[in-house]
């Protein structure tokens, strides 16, 4: 069975935004290049939000930065217990807004969508202490690894 840690996962997930992104800047795609491009895309990063979702809620903490820079966290609400929340900044750093999530998947996927992955930051650096597993089950490393 294969195993990545989520750093792996993180990283083929940016690969395959950015192939997306230089592709598009060039100009150089047809339908067929294009729609392979974007669910190779989306594929990455639908299953990089698995993998995050299946992580114990405890070390689920979120952070990254859209196109233009602003800031965004995700993380469990402090407002509605159960739920999560993903809050947005403004360009001076300021939290302007903030959306609640009941589905913790839901919400990792849209937090993914409005970000650069590159920027996608795990806070206490959790991902390189869990592997997955094909069918996105999460294993700590210290269970693994005494």
């Known amino acids: 069975m294969e195993q990545l840690t989520l750093v792996e996962l993180k990283e083929s997930a940016v ?5 997306l992104d230089q592709a598009l800047k060039a100009k150089s795609l047809d339908g067929i290049d294009y729609f392979g491009l974007a669910d190779a ?10 993998a995050i979702a299946a992580m114990p809620d405890d ?3 979120l952070s990254g930065a859209t196109s233009d820079g602003r800031m965004m966290l995700f993380n469990k609400s402090a407002q509605r217990p159960g739920f ?4 947005r900044f403004d360009s001076k750093g300021e ?3 903030d959306t ?3 589905k913790k998947l839901h919400g990792i996927l849209e937090f993914l969508s409005d970000i650069k992955l590159v920027s996608l930051d ?10 997955i597993d094909s069918n996105a089950q999460v294993k700590r ?3 693994i690894h005494p």
């Open 15 to 19: 690969q395959a935004s950015v192939a």
């Open 41 to 50: 895309s989306h594929a990455t990063k639908k299953r990089l939000a698995s």
């Open 59 to 61: 070390d689920t903490s």
């Open 84 to 87: 999560w929340q993903m809050t």
């Open 95 to 97: 939290p302007w807004g």
């Open 100 to 102: 609640q999530y009941d």
């Open 122 to 131: 795990d806070h206490e650096r959790r991902f390189s202490k869990h592997l």
């Open 141 to 143: 490393l210290s269970k």
